[in-house]
């Protein structure tokens, strides 16, 4: 567990939404709440660029979490990323917080707390190591 991402994860709380944002300042997607967390708790990230909003397969992320080194976990809870699917064609990071779920809500337009359980199927779950990344293209 990485309580320090956590930590990050709910100071990004309030932040404008932006697709592909990746700057506090200007805006973050559900990408760049994961990817800014990851900086305020001490790691950089690579971040992938280039993927749609709605997509009916995960394989665009897939790439993110293997250039961080991420370790799936088969029962995600606090400090840990979750995807879920929001819809059939929409995937969406979150990250687990000791109060409940912080992602980047494209409908309410900012990065916002989710208390309590996921309303969505987790298709995944991932540690984040505090560790050096490799390269997309590695």
């Known amino acids: 567990m990485n309580p320090a991402l956590a930590a990050a994860a709910a100071s990004l709380v309030g932040v404008r939404f932006r697709l592909h944002g990746r700057d506090p300042t200007t805006g973050l997607d559900c990408v760049g709440v994961v990817a800014e967390a990851m900086r305020r708790a001490g790691t950089q990230p690579v971040v992938p660029t280039g993927y749609r909003l709605h997509s009916a ?3 665009g992320l897939l ?3 293997a250039a961080n080194n991420f370790v799936q976990v088969t029962h995600p809870g606090e400090a840990d990323v979750v995807l879920v699917m929001v819809s059939p064609v929409q995937p969406h990071l979150l990250i ?4 409940g779920f912080v992602h980047a809500h494209a409908g309410i337009g900012r990065v916002t707390l989710l208390p309590g359980l996921l309303p969505w199927p987790a298709a995944c779950g991932w540690r984040v190591p505090i560790c050096s990344p490799r390269s997309i293209e590695d």
Do not use: E, H, L, M
């Not at 687990?96 to 109060?99: A, I, L, M, R, S």
């Open 57 to 59: 397969s995960i394989s």
């Open 63 to 65: 790439p993110f979490v």
């Open 96 to 99: 687990g917080t000791p109060d």
